[in-house]
């Protein structure tokens, strides 16, 4: 498979970069690449055999190249190179009719109707979910304008992506689960973008009719709205990607804890039942002191990583005076889980009303995770250092004790 693959990959990016013009600044190969990644994405999730994801893998390579022979009917184009390309590499019959139909199947109007086929098209519209869309939109539109495809207004262009957006559907599962959400974050911004844009219209009209303060004041107003929504949106980002990173760390940690935990448990274990026994016999009595040092070392770092993972235990409990003073953090679930739910619902809105509050109960939030997580990083660092002395006089006592005391006995 990934021979076949290999040549096709090597074929579209010399057949783009020979035949296809400057002017398309979307539909070329990081777009290609782009598709090619997304179905690897799908087929990861789905219960796709091995000769089944050769076969669409070999279509999103394909799917796009006739657009280097002509734009308008670039998926006949791109079904005839990929026939002749794959019929000169004695590609099983059975399965290259399966690749053309993939390709056919990206047409404008056409319906998916193989799994296959909903895979390919659901990597070629993956765009729509994608972080980027306006960027390459933007593309798109150019792409049209400098191949005699039509040049859109603002207004134009954004009814036209609306409008494919609310005919467009995802056909996988995976697609739907995982793709929807961001699809419809991009819609909801084009039709923000769109108001927008029909209210500067307005403003610009009363202009024009003699109300230019009165417009400078609403759109200032909306700027200033505009900034106020980017911050919220930025300190928003920040909270989340901070808390994720404390969250993770905090997840490291009581994991490094747990392996030495289970590495000492195994140790002790193995100590017990091998080696204590053999004190009864006097010959093996210089195995003693040995033994007592690794057996104490492994109970030390045994403590330590129950120190770093045992949880704190605070009282759940906080008065309406607290939330007034801006003394509690709801945050955390350690200073509510005794209260009762009225009480909890409304400091919940108490705070949710008052942004300097929330960003301070948010701030506070992540400094008293971050002081957790100070505790247990060095607990952990003292834990793994106790482990490596450990690990070092015992084997130096054992040498020892084999060396000398033996001998002595």
Same mark, same amino acid.
Request: proline share 1%; hydrophobic share 40%; glycine share 2%.
């Given at each position: ?236 980002? /920040? +909270?989340?990607? =901070? ?5 993770? *760390?905090?997840?490291?940690? @009581? %994991? #490094?804890?747990?392996? &030495? ?96 509050? /929330? +960003?301070?109960? =948010? ?5 008293? *995770?971050?002081?957790?997580? @100070? %505790? #247990?990083?060095?607990? &952990? ?29």
């Amino acid at each position: 498979m990934e021979t076949i693959l290999k040549k096709a990959e090597t074929f579209v990016l010399n057949y783009l970069n020979e035949n296809l013009k400057s002017t398309f600044i979307y539909h070329n190969y990081n777009h290609t690449q782009f598709v090619v990644s997304k179905v690897t994405e799908i087929i990861q999730a789905e219960n796709i055999s091995r000769d089944e994801q050769e076969v669409v893998l070999l279509a999103a390579w394909f799917h796009d190249l006739g657009y280097a022979v002509d734009k308008a009917k670039h998926e006949e184009h791109s079904i005839t190179i990929a026939a002749d390309f794959l019929m000169k590499e004695n590609y099983s019959a059975e399965k290259l009719s399966v690749v053309l139909d993939c390709i056919n199947a990206t047409k404008l109007h056409e319906t998916p109707g193989t799994l296959l086929e909903k895979v390919l098209c659901d990597a070629d519209f993956a765009h729509m979910a994608s972080a980027d869309y306006t960027k390459l939109s933007e593309q798109l539109r150019l792409e049209f304008e400098y191949n005699d495809c039509g040049v859109y207004t603002d207004k134009e262009w954004l009814e036209q992506n609306i409008a494919i957006f609310n005919s467009h559907r995802f056909y996988t599962k995976y697609a739907n689960v995982n793709w929807t959400f961001a699809k419809n974050d991009n819609l909801v911004e084009l039709h923000k973008v769109l108001k927008k844009n029909n209210k500067k219209a307005e403003n610009r009209q009363d202009n024009k009719r003699g109300d230019k303060k009165e417009v400078d004041k609403k759109e200032k107003k909306e700027q200033d709205s505009s900034k106020e929504s980017k911050l919220d949106k930025s300190a928003e980002i /920040l +909270f989340k990607v =901070m808390s994720s990173n404390h969250l993770k *760390l905090s997840y490291i940690a @009581d %994991r #490094k804890a747990n392996i &030495l935990l289970s590495v000492n448990a195994i140790i002790l274990s193995i100590s017990l039942s091998k080696l204590i026994p053999k004190f009864e016999d006097s010959e093996n009595v210089y195995l003693l002191y040995p033994t007592m040092i690794f057996v104490s070392f492994s109970v030390i770092s045994i403590i330590l990583s129950v120190i770093v993972t045992r949880p704190s235990v605070t009282s759940g409990k906080f008065t309406k005076e607290d939330v007034v003073k801006k003394k509690v953090n709801l945050m955390f679930f350690g200073n509510f889980h005794k209260m009762e739910l009225d009480d909890f619902e409304d400091s919940l809105k108490d705070i949710a009303d008052d942004k300097d509050y /929330l +960003f301070s109960a =948010m701030t506070k939030d992540l400094y008293l *995770l971050g002081k957790v997580l @100070d %505790r #247990k990083y060095r607990m &952990l660092r003292l834990n793994y250092n106790v482990f490596i002395i450990g690990i070092i006089i015992s084997v130096i006592a054992f040498f020892i004790s084999y060396k000398f005391l033996s001998n002595a006995i």
